[in-house]
């Protein structure tokens, strides 16, 4: 029984992060990972997989109208993919300032896009916008069976 958790469970969230093509063919797999990791957050779910068209249309199909898509369609799905969930408190929002502005040139310097990629098509680096996209993209992305619920060690160490 652990009482700091259990306090803080509603306010637990999810958030789909992943490592798009370009950070894998780059070699920016364990740096990326271990910036989640180092922050204090949970990871539940973790695979490389090359995504089909119909999925990476379907993650982005909010941006379907616009005149950039079917490169970014081209671009997903071009290389695997390291594919991701966090969890934690406040995690959704947190992640997307670890991961920085979606232009790279904008980004802050510490954050991911900001040290680590130049141009938006090439932005190294996916996570979900809101908690309620965090569960949206959680089940486009993985089956049941590939997430963990499990209590890491140096919990009652991170939430008092
Ligand atoms: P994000 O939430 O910061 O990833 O940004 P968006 O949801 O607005 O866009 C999703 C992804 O589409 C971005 O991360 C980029 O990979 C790509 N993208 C967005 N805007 C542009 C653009 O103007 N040009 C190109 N080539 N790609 C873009
Ligand atoms: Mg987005």
Redesign the pocket.
Same mark, same amino acid.
């Given at each position: 029984f652990l009482p700091h958790l259990v306090a803080s469970l509603e306010q637990v969230e999810q958030t789909y992060i992943m490592v798009k093509p370009d950070g894998v063919q780059r070699g920016l797999v364990g740096e990326i990972i271990s910036r989640f990791e180092r922050k204090g957050f949970k990871l539940t779910g973790l695979k490389l997989f090359q995504c089909p068209k119909e999925l990476a249309e379907e993650h982005?199909k909010d !941006?379907k109208t616009k005149s950039?898509y079917p490169? !970014?369609i081209d671009y997903i799905t071009s290389g695997p993919v390291v594919c991701m969930v966090w969890e934690g408190v406040g995690v959704v929002a947190s992640a997307r300032k670890l991961i920085g502005s979606?232009n790279p040139l904008q980004a802050e310097p510490g954050t991911i896009r900001g040290d680590l990629a130049v141009q938006?098509?090439r932005?190294v680096v996916?996570g979900s916008?809101s908690p309620e996209n965090g569960k949206r993209e959680t089940a486009l992305w993985f089956k049941e069976g590939e997430l963990y619920e499990w209590t890491p060690a140096q919990a009652p160490w991170l939430m008092e």
């Open positions: 982005y !941006l950039f490169t !970014l979606t938006t098509g932005n996916h916008d």
